[in-house]
């Protein structure tokens, strides 16, 4: 896993010089890969990584069916069936409640645990 950012051009993204998460967690079965990790909502890397909060954001994956060098010096192309991308609301807004499950309506949950947040604006960039 590596933080990257996308470039004016279209073609693979650039490895973030600022790699700001940190991975909690990782597991691979033989139909899942899961990775549990944790960033600051504002990293203060303005030039590439968007300040979280309670807005929907775009989150883009990728992946690939052999894992990649580390070093990510040889990035081929994941092909169409290995990337997707998918409007998620990371933050819950302040006073807003799930509707009601309508059985028409897909839905993805996505559950964060064991997250804090602080109740002042500590973040100095």
Not at 11 to 26: I, S, T, V, W
Not at 91 to 115: A, E, F, M, Q, R
Request: hydrophobic share 30%; with cysteine; aromatic share 6%.
């Amino acid at each position: 896993m590596q933080d990257l950012h996308g470039t004016d051009r279209n073609g693979a993204p650039e490895k973030d010089e600022d790699q700001n998460y940190l991975l909690m967690e990782a597991k691979q079965n033989n139909t899942h890969t899961v990775f549990k990790i944790s960033r600051a909502l504002d990293t203060c890397d303005h030039l590439h990584d968007f300040i979280l909060g309670s807005d929907t954001v775009r989150v883009i994956w990728s992946l690939y069916l052999e894992d990649p060098p580390l070093d990510g010096s040889t990035w081929q192309y994941h092909g169409k069936e290995g990337r997707g991308s998918r409007s998620l609301h990371l933050l819950s807004p302040p006073g807003i409640s799930k509707p009601s499950h309508d059985p028409s309506v897909l839905h993805w949950d996505v559950t964060l645990s064991h997250v804090s947040r602080p109740t002042q604006n500590i973040t100095t960039c």
